[in-house]
């Protein structure tokens, strides 16, 4: 028997191809449909598995694997970790993501410099294990609740500086992160933009990042996502695990608090 | 020898359903890198799934399956505790084999 | 209080520091440790001109406020140079479609595009348009060509802060992300009666 596999770029352009004179309705309802299909074989999966390796393996100048770097949950306890992040962190006096905090570990534990990932190029050399092991990580909080914890008056703060960053325009377009996500059902072209300035938004987003995008075949950590996000807000470009970017991941994780997460997740 | 590949198999009701995650470019060799030269095709050419000796599934690929295709079948037979062997070659002769446990 | 803060906002800083100033001055330590120039995306578009910090909040400026941006903001505008308001809708339409231009993997030398489809519907036939922005389609068709309706357009796109100080849309002429010339023309997309936004 010899057959040609059922090939889900054909279901796609069907879904795309749709009449230009359908009802906008039934363009969100094929897109969903498509995002479903997609939802079965997620790609990231690969990532995953690639990752969960880099984590025990023996590497850097220490030769020393990452099993006792501690998420915030004690040292090697990668369960639930990344539901918890980003979160204060004593030892460095900092609050951190989960990928400054990678940083801190291998910098600290395997003697690898932050300057592989600050100077780094997405997918290539460290930062392409960088980018393995945060999906291993976050799948190791996959189905888990959204869980932050704001007591400290480090989290407070950074609270307040990212909602401050999320509003703050500037460059010459005169964007903000608000620009696109401070409103209810909007859209750029045809991608839905999540309200993140409240709760189910905010789940749907912080939730699904990282995730691996269709389109372009990579898995974007949300590092990542949030500097693409400045590229095209026209902004000069954010530092890797800068204070902005972690200021901004603890205001999109308080107001998604409860919700579910859904990472690695597979985006268009 | 290519990335490893996901696999999954589970049987009810004397069905196997497999999905296969695979782990490769499917570069079409259309494509221009950012100085314009062509990017040379390299794509999964021919896929076969194995239970036991017996062949269930042979298929064809080609450039136009995206990058790490995702792959889902099912057959008659196959129990729990049994093996499904998935195969790959591409077109630069490079090859990957991999096996799940039915579930 | 309010007052006196309002008469003088200079004084505050030395007299009266509260913890609202600590966080701003923590806040621009912030930002400023956090970005750096890539490509032709340098490092002082963080700043903020006055109008972008006055937006900068998830509550409204004062309508006080806003007028004095808007009246500010209209003195940009600068009218054709010719006296003529439209180009070609065909060049226009390509304007409209391309978000290119002024992010860090841009080249200084790329084509600005308009990016109008990124947040409007436009035409009768592309489906791919966001909804950040009102519908425009039929613009032309609706509204006609009154010499009003023709300049209140111009503005609009040559500097829409001039119309709603914290409109979402970017000011294209002002900030230089268009010519003169793809304002015509994207006017041109709006306004002719040939253009698919009027004509389905």
């Not at chain 1, 008056?153 to 307040?160: E, H, L």
């Amino acid at each position: 028997m010899k057959t040609r596999p059922m090939m889900l770029a054909l279901a796609v352009a069907a879904a795309i191809a749709a009449p230009a004179a359908m009802a906008e309705g039934s363009t969100a309802d094929g897109i969903a449909q498509y995002r479903a299909m997609l939802a079965e074989g997620n790609p990231a999966e690969l990532w995953e598995l690639a990752g969960e390796d880099i984590w025990k393996e023996k590497a850097g100048p220490k030769q020393a694997s990452l099993e006792q770097c501690d998420l915030g949950k004690g040292p090697g306890v990668v369960k639930g970790a990344s539901a918890a992040l980003p979160r204060y962190f004593k030892d460095t006096d900092r609050v951190q993501d989960l990928e400054s905090r990678l940083m801190t570990c291998m910098q600290t534990l395997q003697g690898i410099s932050p300057d592989n990932f600050v100077k780094g190029k997405w997918g290539k050399g460290e930062m392409e294990k960088m980018e393995q092991i945060v999906a291993y990580v976050v799948g190791q909080s996959r189905d888990m609740k959204i869980n932050v914890d704001m007591s400290s008056p480090q989290m407070k703060k950074m609270y307040a500086l990212g909602k401050k960053a999320f509003f703050y325009r500037a460059g010459p377009m005169d964007f903000a992160c608000s620009t696109c996500h401070g409103e209810d059902g909007k859209r750029i072209r045809l991608q839905d933009l999540p309200n993140l300035t409240k709760h189910e938004g905010a789940a749907a987003g912080w939730g699904s990042w990282p995730a691996y995008r269709v389109s372009n075949g990579q898995f974007w950590t949300m590092q990542h996502r949030l500097n693409d996000c400045y590229r095209q807000q026209r902004f000069p470009e954010p530092i890797y695990g800068s204070d902005v970017t972690i200021a901004l991941s603890v205001y999109m994780a308080k107001t998604a608090n409860g919700g579910t997460v859904m990472t690695p997740g597979i985006k268009r | 020898m290519g990335n490893p590949m996901r696999i999954r198999a589970a049987a009810s009701d004397g069905v196997t359903e497999v999905k296969v995650l695979m782990n490769h470019e499917m570069e079409t060799g259309q494509r221009k890198d950012s100085s314009g030269n062509l990017i040379p095709a390299h794509f999964i050419t021919e896929l076969n799934a194995k239970h036991g000796d017996k062949v269930v599934l042979q298929a064809e690929f080609g450039p136009s399956v995206s990058k790490n295709p995702f792959l889902s079948f099912k057959f008659k037979g196959g129990a729990k505790g049994e093996k499904v062997v998935i195969s790959w070659v591409d077109n630069k002769g490079d090859s990957r084999s991999d096996e799940a446990t039915i579930g | 209080m309010n007052k006196y803060l309002m008469i003088a906002p200079l004084a505050l800083g030395i007299h009266l520091a509260t913890a609202a100033d600590d966080m701003t001055a923590e806040f621009k330590q912030m930002m400023d440790g956090s970005f750096e120039s890539s490509g032709i995306a340098d490092k002082h578009r963080l700043y903020q001109l006055d109008f972008q910090a006055v937006c900068s909040s998830d509550r409204m400026p004062s309508a006080e406020r806003l007028k004095a941006i808007e009246a500010e903001q209209m003195k940009t505008i600068r009218w054709p140079s010719d006296g003529k308001y439209t180009g070609d809708w065909k060049s226009g339409e390509k304007i409209a479609i391309s978000g290119r231009g002024l992010t860090w993997s841009d080249k200084a030398d790329t084509t600005n595009g308009g990016g109008c489809y990124n947040c409007h519907q436009l035409s009768h036939t592309e489906i791919s348009y966001g909804t950040i922005g009102p519908s425009l389609l039929n613009y032309g068709k609706l509204r006609g060509n009154s010499e009003e309706m023709v300049k209140y357009t111009w503005g609009k796109i040559w500097n829409a802060k001039a119309y709603s100080a914290c409109s979402n849309m970017p000011r294209n002429g002002d900030a230089e992300i268009l010519t003169e010339a793809q304002i015509k023309d994207v006017m041109a997309y709006l306004f002719d009666p040939e253009s698919p936004v009027n004509k389905p």
